[in-house]
C-alpha cells in the first residue's frame, strides 16, 4: 500500500496529525524533520545557519529515501513542494494530503523556537503562504481543510486513503 504523505504550511498539523494516522491504521511513522536530523547529526538550524540552500539538499536527500519505502505515514517540511524533484520522488509510492489551515489559526497555536523561517516573527507566514499556496494545491491528491478536531482529519484522510486505494486493488493497479 502507499505511503501517506501530509504537506502544507508549518504549523498546519502536518507532525501532530500523521503521529495520529500511524497509531490508528498501524503503520510506521516517519516525521521527516526528525529524519533529517538524525540521517545529519545536525538540527534544522544548524543546517539553516550553512544557508538555507544546504538545508534544502539535505531535504532533497531524504526525499529520495522515502521515494523506496511504502505502508508509512510522512509528515514533510512545509518547504518540500518548493523543490518538483522532492515531489516526484514523495509522489512516486504516496497519496498526498495537503492540510489546508487557515494561517490566524497557525499564528494562534505556533511555537517558533525550532523554525528558522520565523525567526522575525510568525507574520512571515503570510508572505510564505503567498508564494506556497499553489504549489501545495498543485501537488495535492487531496485539500483537506483542518479547521475542525484533529480526530475528525484524521477520520477523514483514512476514508480517503481506504477508497483510493481499494479502486486501485480492485481495477489491478
Ligand atoms: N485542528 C487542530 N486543533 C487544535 N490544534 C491544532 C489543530 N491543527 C494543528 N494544531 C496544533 O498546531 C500546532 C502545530 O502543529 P504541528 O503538527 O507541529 O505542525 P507542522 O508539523 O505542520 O508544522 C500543534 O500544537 C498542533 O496541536
Ligand atoms: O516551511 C519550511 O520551509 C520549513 C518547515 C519546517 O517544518 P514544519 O512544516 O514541520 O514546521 C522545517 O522543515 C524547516 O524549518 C523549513
Ligand atoms: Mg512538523
Redesign the pocket.
Known sequence: MKNIILI?M????????GRMLAERISYQYIDMDTYLENKYHSTIPELFSVSELYFRDKETECCKDMGHTDNKII?TG?GVILREENMLYLKNNGLVFF?D?PVEMIIN??NTDHRPLLKDGVFKLYDLEKERRSLYEKYADFIIR?D???ID?RDKIISLYGKSEGANHESGR
Open positions: 502544507g508549518m504549523g498546519c498539523g502536518k507532525s501532530t496529525i509528515s512545509g492540510i489551515r497555536e505556533l483542518n475542525q478536531l484533529l482529519v
